[in-house]
């Protein structure tokens, strides 16, 4: 409560410049939602949101609604739910079937919940907004109980906006626990930096600011924002429902629609009043993209069956660009595009030298490519087809400019790559044509055979050597004891151009050869290989003087031999 009353003497103190609807600071919130109920396991085939009440004070819900955004059901009874207590919100036709299960309320215009992701809000009567989540499929962490069947249930009763990280499928055996405690309960102690998702301005005096998680609104309003090399001020400041996890500022002159400026936001603390550090992103208009402006950079179109493509685009040009402007579409051979689809549902801007990262399933994604930048990868409701052998993608603003093309074929891979499933393509530089074959390349089996919002592992942006040459040894010496200090060898490569396989022996100082390191690795710019100082047995190797020698061969059979002593102190 002295919480609250802090928020509202600030907003009565910053009216005149601030939106003063505060983000969640009520006892009632959404804990469970059923949206898929088939296939059925065995609760009734209805779907269902639950409300709890945290507080100490029973609440009349009377005239409280439940919004998709399109559909408002509201409560058209007296039911005062108790102190820590839940109740069940249906359709009419559903009411008896919950009514067993616990305390249940019809809705007559109750939501439709989308299977894969709605954003639910519960409003006051007078239609403030108390609550609000942005559930997706993803949020199961189950493929198959995703599927349909279960519901999805909220973990830690006492963090209820924190999003994803606290929301999982039930484990409980009927598929979900409506009406009574959730089966996946318990202290989450999971927390998410606060970050700024993207920055943009809309027009020359409104600058949107999209957040990962919800903002505490009492603290926003007083917090240092600037704009750097932006001489005017910020007459006003909003946090936007439902989620408040968008602000927009209004300011008093005119950005120049040419600049590219860096916003930055200080003590950033989100709906728990947790601070975060500073905050910094781009921020400027956008304007339509010239063709090579954004670039195919890196393709995945073989991935394993579990798997999924992905495309990944490289800003080149000089101003931002909205992606919502962008569809990405497959071309026949005889030229006509077909299957195309926006490369985001809602305003999303990129900036000169970014990279962003488009799949069906980013999460598998992010577990199969340990080099990955997770931020600059998105969830796109469909690719157009990508076949294994190959295919034509085009980038198109508003579907009639051109932007950028790429016909690929499965020849492009790395010559001597034994199996292409599950690797990129990577383009080699940003400078060279996309439509040229020498221009593209396998990614490096050094860094997972792709580098998904990363810098590609075959491009030539800086291809400075290794102090030490082709290969260098890193530390002097190991010694493979597990204690910690020096277990391992790392054995860095830094080479001019793309394309090499490498193999690793290892001899002793007679010349006896004990084992190979690797086999046939391919190799980036730049990569490292790790060693642990074992045999081929993996037994650790006695103390004394070694002998490594790397055979590298590349597609246009040039090779190299690189000899380097090992030291094992063991």
């Keep these: 409560m002295k919480k609250q009353l802090v928020a509202l003497l600030l907003c009565a103190l910053l009216s005149h410049e601030s939106r003063c609807q505060q983000a969640f600071h009520h006892s009632l919130f959404i ?18 949101v639950e409300w709890y009440n945290s507080g100490n004070d029973s609440i009349d819900l009377f005239k409280w609604k439940l919004t998709d955004g399109s559909t408002t059901g509201i409560i058209s009874t007296h039911y005062k739910l108790g102190p820590k207590s839940y109740v069940i919100l249906c359709s009419n036709s559903a009411l008896s079937s919950y009514a067993m299960l616990g305390p ?40 198959y109980k995703k599927a349909g069947g279960w519901s999805l249930e909220l973990i830690d009763l006492l963090r209820p906006c924190s999003g994803s990280v606290n929301w999982k499928a039930s484990t409980f055996a009927i598929g979900g626990t409506p009406g009574k405690p959730n089966s996946v309960r318990g202290q989450n102690e999971t927390k998410t930096a606060i970050r700024i998702d993207n920055a943009r301005a809309i027009n020359g005096r409104t600058v949107v600011v999209d957040f990962n998680q919800t903002i505490d609104s009492a603290a926003f309003f007083t917090i240092p924002i600037t704009i750097q090399g932006y001489s005017g001020s910020i007459l006003k400041r909003e946090l936007l429902p439902p989620l408040f996890q968008q602000a927009r500022l209004s300011i008093n002159s005119d950005l120049d629609s040419i600049i590219v400026y860096d916003l930055a936001i200080e003590k950033i603390s989100n709906c728990y009043g947790e601070v975060g550090t500073k905050q910094e ?31 990944e685009c490289y800003h080149a040009g000089t101003n931002a660009v909205n992606l919502k402007e962008l569809v990405i579409s497959q071309r026949s051979e005889s030229g006509i595009f077909s299957n ?7 305003p999303f801007f990129l900036y000169p030298g970014e990279r962003i990262v488009f799949s069906e399933k980013p999460e598998w994604v992010r577990s199969h490519y340990p080099m990955h930048d997770s931020l600059h990868l998105f969830k796109i409701v469909q690719l157009p087809s990508l076949p294994d052998d190959k295919g034509w993608v085009a980038l198109r603003y508003q579907a009639s400019i051109l932007i950028d093309e790429f ?50 592992s075959a491009s030539t942006i800086d291809s400075t050597r290794t102090e030490g040459g082709v290969m260098k040894l890193s530390p002097e010496y190991i010694s493979p004891n ?57 037994i650790p190797l006695n103390s004394g003087h070694y002998v490594l020698l790397a055979e590298l061969l590349n597609t246009d059979g040039e090779t190299k031999r690189v000899k380097r002593m090992l030291t094992v102190v063991n």
Aim: aromatic share 12%; charged share 20%; proline share 8%.
């Design 31 to 48: 804990s469970e939602i059923f949206a898929d109920p088939s296939p059925a396991v065995a609760l009734p085939p209805y779907e269902f």
């Design 104 to 143: 249940t309320l019809a809705l007559s215009s109750f939501p439709s919940l989308n299977n894969d992701g709605d954003t639910l809000t519960i409003l006051s009567p007078t239609n403030q907004t108390v609550f609000s989540v942005a559930y997706t499929d993803d949020w199961y962490l189950n493929d």
């Design 281 to 311: 992103a781009k921020c400027g208009m956008a304007l339509a993209p010239k063709p090579g402006a954004v670039l195919i950079n890196e393709l995945l179109f073989d991935p394993p069956p579990e798997g999924a493509d992905y495309i």
């Design 340 to 346: 195309s689809y926006p490369l985001t549902e809602r």
């Design 407 to 456: 016909r690929y074929h499965k020849d492009m891979h790395y010559g001597l790559l034994n199996n292409p499933e599950g690797v990129a393509l990577e383009r080699i530089s940003v400078k060279s044509p996309t439509d040229k074959a020498f221009n593209w390349t396998s990614a490096a089996a050094s860094v997972g055979f792709g580098t998904p919002g990363l810098v590609n």
């Design 482 to 538: 597990n204690d910690g200090r020096n277990d391992r060898l790392s054995i860095q490569f830094s080479l001019n151009r793309p394309n090499w396989q490498v193999t690793i022996k290892l001899y002793d100082i007679t010349g006896r050869f004990i084992r190979k390191v690797v086999e046939q690795y391919t190799l980036g710019l730049k990569s490292e290989i790790f060693y642990n100082g074992t045999d081929e047995h993996n």
